[in-house]
């Protein structure tokens, strides 16, 4: 039986409100974190030997060899070394590999002909041999000639277009700029960043027959599946991937890469299951990167502290074919007021990395640095920076008139204000404490909901319950969350609740990207339990409304059986959820609102991060637990994004300068100050079945703006060319000093 519903009007029923267990909600620990801990959840690179493949003992090993050159064309391997290297199998040279990962969501195979080469570090070839040690020795051996050609390696000169759907504008913005009160003009930049997720890709694949299993770090399976048939030439069906633990991913495996086409390649041509990992320096070479932003920001104020007019242009780049583009402007659209606008996209298109999604794009560095603009309007007007966003809240989307769902912009900013002490604070003014100088700053957090179509099976049985999809846990809690709505529904104990995911032979989840998956795939699991219901309650003679179900016993009028006497067979039910009309109707978005106190050194420039407050709107917060832990880890990211994190090309070849964790700085135990998080009560009834919304990425929308705010306000200093590193915070201080 499948409950299917097509979402084309909200959800206000709450019912979830009015559950007898409240178990939704709850810091629940996490249902998989046991076996995390005691490492019996099994990752990509360990499938060798996993459950996945225990009669597969005799894997092979496949390392990918990588371009030294920009771009050209590979005109010859030489191949004789690496093969006399002991253990080596094969180097292959098979036109099916692919050059980089697909974009998320693609459902096609990205580029191949990995032979055109479009930058350093592209795969081109896969040395297969017995042992890993013996094929990345071999992998370094083999000998590339190139057929070269001019790269374009700097995104400021290479030649560019403008995406038609990504420009837009309304009103008069250069007669507001000259009319306004206050205005201002500034341009920002961001570097290239990469995921750096903890468990880089890797990859095994096997073949039975026609059919191929792959084994990898994936977070949109079904997807993926349809994306690897493609590089094959093969039909869907006769793929199947599995990713049941995935060690973060950031948007980094969104779309399949070019160690999973090269394991089933290698796999097909020698009949044995292949392993292609990639090393850490191999991942930030290979896998996606965010691209490097430069943005100005235009703002007209007039004599009320109302904005009259927005401007936000954006040059991004990414390779010459690729739609994908950073959508930097994604929240400009609706954030605050004004009637005067402009947007004007712009992508560079250079023969480095292939840019793609990472955690919130768009919004990570476009609300980062659009509230760095406010916060610099505000001081301008001489507007508490707060009272500027306050006033500036529309009551409804400036540009294309919808209503929003839900708005809680307001709410998130009073009550960090409140909670961090902003107004007393500021009113102290400047501190120092010897050689530190102490500041703080705030922003307002802002990221786009979606909701994606989804199916779950629930199997409710006399021995406990079955939740079955495709669905991904990348860390975020899927896991633990669908067993809290199941139990929640079914009143079964989560401890009696088996959930199985990361499967495409199991229902097609949305997959773990663009903060979708809780909202999505939940709503699926609360349909197919409604199913479920509705079968119990025709057992009991009465409506599914009047049932209870609670601690393994359902109870209807004074009537109450224990659940193991109704069920004589298990009862089963697929729910699939499908986003319809409804949120076209209106503009969805999640709010929030940070504060950070941070302290700045006047004779080295270091600064240190004192604390952090984030509070968040998201719908109905499904566990207090995972979703503090996804804010906190967002707001780390944007507090690597104000302070260190800089993904550098060399100038000259294209190559990848910063490709490790000791290069690529990100945030450790030591710089990380004590986080605060708090969650607002919400209910959107356009959130599907729950009225939940997405978390995961809007922690770091805006986290780094409110970091690098309080800077200003400690030293003065406005960086404006991310990361804000010693030397610049340096250069700042002597400046006024000058």
Known sequence: ?????????????????????????????????ALKVSGRAVYAAEQATSLWSEQRTDCLFGILVRATVARGRVTSLDTADALAVSGVREVLQDPRLVRHPAQGMARKAPPQEVTDVACFGQPIALVVA???????????LVRVDYETAAAELDPASAPSDLPEKKQSSQGDLDAAMRDASVSLDVTYRTPSMAAAAMEPHAALAWWEGDRVTLCGAYQ?????????????????????????????????KLGIAPEAVAAAVAAERLGRPVMVPLTR?????????????????????????????????????????????????????????????????????VNLTCAGSVRAPGEAVGVTVLELAMDELAEKAGIDPVELRLRNIPECDPES????????????????????????????GRQREGEWLIGCGMAAAVRVNFLHKARVRVALSAEGLTIESSMTDIGTGTYTILTQIAAEMLGIPPERVTTRLGDTDLPEGSGSGGSIGAASNGSATYLACEEIRRQLASRLGCAEEDLTLKDGRATCGNRSHDLAELIHEPLVAEGFFEPGKAMGRVRSSTWGAHFAEVAVNEVTGEV????????????????????????????????????????VHDGRHGHVVSRDLANYHIPTNADVPRIEVHFLH????????????????????????AVLNAIHDACGVRVRELPATPDKILAGLCGMQG
Not at 3 to 21: G, V
Not at 237 to 250: D, M
């Open 682 to 705: 919400e209910r959107d009834a356009y959130g599907g079945t729950l009225q939940a919304k997405g978390i995961g990425e809007l922690g770091i929308c805006g986290a780094g703006a």
């Open 130 to 140: 017995d042992s890993f040690e013996a094929a990345r020795e071999a992998a370094r």
């Open 608 to 647: 240190r991060v004192r604390s952090m407050l984030g509070v968040f709107a998201a719908g109905r917060i499904l566990n207090e637990k995972t979703a503090r832990s996804q804010c906190i880890g967002g707001m780390t990211f944007g507090l690597g994004m104000a302070l260190m994190e800089e993904m």
């Open 401 to 428: 008139g919808k209503p929003f769902s839900s708005h809680m912009l307001a709410e998130a900013l009073r009550e960090g204000a409140d909670r961090f002490g902003w107004t007393s604070r500021r009113q102290r």
């Open 1 to 33: 039986m499948t409950a299917h519903l097509i979402f084309d009007e909200p959800d206000d029923r709450n019912r979830l409100d009015s559950m007898a267990q409240d178990i939704i909600g709850r810091p629940i620990d996490r249902s998989e974190g």
């Open 281 to 349: 320096q191999q991942e930030f070479e290979i896998a996606h990167r965010r691209s490097e932003t430069e943005q100005r920001v235009r703002l007209a104020l007039d004599a009320d502290g109302l904005l009259t007019g927005i401007g936000h242009e954006a040059r991004v780049s990414n390779q010459p074919g690729e739609t994908f583009s950073e959508p930097v402007q994604q929240a400009t659209h609706y954030t605050y007021r004004g009637e005067h606008r402009s947007i004007r996209h712009e992508v560079a298109r």
């Open 220 to 252: 949109m399976v079904s997807q993926n599946a349809e994306e690897l048939a493609d590089a094959l030439g093969i039909a869907p069906e006769k793929v199947r991937v599995l990713s049941p633990y995935i060690g973060g991913g950031f948007g980094s």
